[in-house]
Each structure stands twice: as structure tokens, then as C-alpha cells.
């Protein structure tokens, strides 16, 4: 058993707190990593907040971080002690019909448990003050080490800066795959994207690598247009500057509309604006953000009938295993963009600090 520290949240609605934890070894197929940087994500902060249906409480939230093997459990072969590795919150077994068909990367072979904040075989590997803890997402990235099962773990290149690479554990790869992947963004269209944080600019990354050559950024908070601008939007506008709906601004700005969208904030609203914004015929929305349990999303038929499509994506369609150590590669290669996504590095213990300056947007 490992002593470590862990920012765990007992209960929903408080802030972090720094505690020591004991780490249990990992059993057959887990695997125990070392993690030495992890990001925030809105996920953490939605499921620390109480709105999430599935948040379990005592919990060690974070599925953004990047880190070495410590131990293996039984049976595990696809890495070792010492191997570069992120973690992933989305799996991939290889062996379940999802994994077998090359239009999903959503793996089920483990959503029951993960969903329950425990592992394969219903138990916890973390325990604080006798008391036991659960595990998030299937990573538990704010723990200095962590146990994960060994379908959950990609193996990197281990000259990757971490404290960057971590990134590509969720938000970066959610973005970029959504262009490239879900909506399949062609060279010469026209894209809107919704919502300007990390997952935003992501999407504007991968519009950009695809070709597209109209790249539209919308969002409240003017202070983000030039890092947006920075990664490759064209133009960005306010909702706010306008007496008319955002989508009827796009529609006519765009001659009709654009030929691809990108809700990333979580808003149902949004998410019908990005859909009516979109080209009659052709136009493709994909839902990037996650919404708050119980809500739905509304249009009017007609917008689908008139040939728009709407799209989900879940870590923007990659298949975990495979694609994320492609991805470390790509920024390796300077073909995508990570460190142009870090703002502010923090000690461990200023975790909450971190969590302020996501919901200011700084």
C-alpha cells in the first residue's frame, strides 16, 4: 500500500481537500501509475458541484493527467513498470462489440463499474482516514498515485513533456476529434464554434488543420477572442451584440449558414442555435458539451427534415488505446498544438486555486 497525497472531495458543493490516502496495489489487469501532472476539467467541477447523476461522494475527481507505471497487477502485458502512460476515461478492450466496430470508440466493458466510482470487480483501491473513497471516470488523476484497469491506459512516448501531454487525456483530443472525426470538417467550409474555452479552441484547431476556410468563434467573453483568433478563427462574435438570435446573425453572415457547428459549453439553448445555424441541405452540428442531468434538447423538425444532421461526440470519436499515443506523436511533431492550451501551472496544493480560474475563464 502506497501513502500519497490526494485532493479528495467529501462531499458535493465544497472545495478540495489535500489529504493523505493509502493507495491499495493493483489486482489482475490494473495497473498503479505514478501521476506527475493532471489538468481541470469542467467535468470535475459539474460532478463536484452536485448536478451530475452519477457523482459518487467521498471521490478523487480528475481524468486529465499523465504520469509512470508504479506496479502492475496480474496478467496485465500491454505495459510495465516505468512506461510513460495517460490514462483514459474512456477505455478500449478491443474484445466488446463497440471496440469491434469502427463507428463508435464508446468501449462498454467496464461502464457499469466506472460509472459506480469503482473498479472491475466492485471495489476501491483508496481509502482516507478509514474511510473508503471512489474512484472518477475510471482515472482519479488528483492523487499522486492512482490505480486504473489496464484497458484504461495508453502507452506514450516517453520523451513528452507531461505536464503538457496530460491535456490530450480529455479536453484537447475531445476538440480536435470532434472536427476531424465526428463532423469530418472539409477543406474551403465554413464552421461556427460555441463556447471559447479549452475544448473550443480544440475544435478551432482541428476546423483549421482540416482546411476549412471560415472559421466563426462565438462567446460572451470578448477576453478569449484573441487567444481564439491565436489557433485559427477567422472572426468572432458576442451574442450579446446583437438583438436577433446568434443563429440568425450566423445564418446571415454565412449566406445561409455554416456548413459545420460545435456546441462546447453544455447549454441546451446553444446547442439548438448551433443547429440553426447550420446550412439547409447539408449543414452538420455536433454536440460537443455536456449538458446537466434531466435536460433536453429542442427544434423543430423541420430543421432535420430540410437535410441538417445532429451529432454527438464523446472524446471526439477516438479509440483511446490506439489514437492518444497518434496524438502525443502529432504534438511531438508539432503538427497539433498542447502548450498553446496551458495558461497557468500550479503546485498540487493550490488545486482549488486552479478550479477558481476555470469558472472565471482566465
Not at 474511510?131 to 506514450?156: C, N, P, R, W
Request: glycine share 12%.
Amino acid at each position: 500500500v502506497i501513502k500519497c497525497k490526494a485532493a479528495v472531495a467529501w462531499e458535493a458543493g465544497k472545495p478540495l481537500s489535500l489529504e493523505e490516502v493509502e493507495v491499495a496495489p493493483p489486482k489482475a489487469h490494473e495497473v498503479r501509475i505514478k501521476i506527475v501532472a493532471t489538468a481541470v476539467c469542467h467535468t470535475d467541477a459539474y460532478t463536484l458541484s452536485g448536478a451530475d447523476p452519477e457523482g459518487c461522494f467521498p471521490v478523487i475527481l480528475g481524468h486529465e493527467g499523465a504520469g509512470i507505471v508504479e506496479s502492475v497487477g496480474e496478467g496485465v502485458t500491454k505495459v510495465k513498470p516505468g512506461d510513460t502512460v495517460i490514462p483514459l476515461y474512456i477505455p478500449q478492450c478491443g474484445e466488446c462489440k463497440f471496440c469491434k466496430n469502427p463507428k463508435t470508440n464508446l468501449c462498454q466493458k467496464i461502464r457499469i463499474t466506472q460509472g459506480r466510482g469503482l473498479m472491475p470487480d466492485g471495489t476501491s483501491r483508496f481509502t482516507c482516514k478509514g474511510k473508503q473513497l471512489y474512484h472518477f471516470m475510471g482515472t482519479s488523476t488528483f492523487s499522486e498515485y492512482t490505480v486504473v484497469a489496464d484497458i484504461s491506459v495508453a502507452k506514450i512516448d516517453a520523451a513528452a513533456p507531461l505536464d503538457k501531454v496530460c491535456l490530450l487525456g480529455c479536453g484537447i483530443s475531445t476538440g480536435y476529434g470532434a472536427a476531424v472525426n465526428t463532423a469530418k470538417v472539409e477543406p474551403g467550409s465554413t464552421c461556427a464554434v460555441f463556447g471559447l474555452g479549452g475544448v473550443g479552441l480544440a475544435v478551432i484547431m482541428g476546423c483549421k488543420i482540416a482546411g476549412a476556410s471560415r472559421i466563426i468563434g462565438i462567446d460572451l467573453n470578448k477576453a478569449k477572442y484573441a487567444k481564439a483568433k491565436e489557433f485559427g478563427a477567422t472572426e468572432c462574435v458576442s451574442p450579446q451584440d446583437f438583438k436577433k438570435p446568434i443563429q440568425e446573425v450566423l445564418v446571415e453572415m454565412t449566406d445561409g449558414g455554416v456548413d459545420y457547428s460545435f456546441e462546447c459549453i453544455g447549454n441546451v439553448g446553444v446547442m439548438r442555435a448551433a443547429l440553426e445555424a447550420c446550412h439547409k441541405g447539408w449543414g452538420i452540428s455536433v454536440i460537443v458539451g455536456v449538458a446537466a442531468a434531466g435536460q433536453e434538447i429542442s427544434t423543430r423538425p423541420f430543421q432535420l427534415v430540410t437535410g441538417r444532421t445532429w451529432k454527438g461526440t464523446a472524446f471526439g470519436g477516438w479509440k483511446s488505446v490506439d489514437n492518444v499515443p497518434k496524438l502525443v506523436t502529432d504534438y511531438m511533431s508539432k503538427k497539433i498544438k498542447v502548450d498553446e492550451f496551458v495558461t497557468h501551472t500550479l503546485p498540487f496544493e493550490k488545486i482549488n486555486e486552479a478550479f477558481e480560474l476555470m469558472h472565471t475563464g482566465e
